[in-house]
């Protein structure tokens, strides 16, 4: 069984380097796609505000598969937002 503590480690490391990865292209690159990684980078903090708030939830902890669902949700987003960045390039 996942641990409520690792799955937070899991969201918070994972869609911090999203977020990395939305800087650095952005440190690196012309300023007019900067609206577009800032949008890129909000998306992610609403996924991860989302993903936390899902966790805390202790009605539906209880639930058989509820964290793997979590789990899953956030591989999605994951992709999703790394295929954006990739579409910036």
């Given at each position: 069984?996942?641990?409520?503590?690792?799955?937070?480690k899991?969201?918070?490391n994972?869609?911090?380097?999203?977020?990395?990865?939305?800087?650095?292209?952005?440190?690196?690159?012309?300023?007019?796609?900067?609206?577009?990684?800032?949008?890129i980078?909000?998306e992610?903090?609403?996924?991860?505000?989302?993903?936390?708030?899902?966790?805390?939830?202790?009605?539906e902890?209880?639930?058989?598969?509820?964290f793997?669902?979590?789990?899953?949700?956030?591989?999605?987003?994951?992709?999703k937002?790394?295929?954006?960045?990739?579409?910036?390039?």
């Amino acid at each position: 069984m996942t641990k409520i503590k690792d799955l937070k480690k899991d969201i918070n490391n994972t869609l911090g380097e999203v977020i990395e990865s939305a800087l650095v292209w952005q440190s690196q690159n012309t300023s007019e796609k900067a609206p577009e990684t800032e949008a890129i980078i909000d998306e992610t903090i609403e996924v991860f505000d989302i993903l936390i708030s899902k966790l805390n939830d202790k009605d539906e902890r209880s639930k058989k598969g509820y964290f793997a669902e979590i789990r899953q949700e956030l591989l999605t987003a994951e992709s999703k937002l790394k295929a954006k960045l990739a579409a910036l390039k």
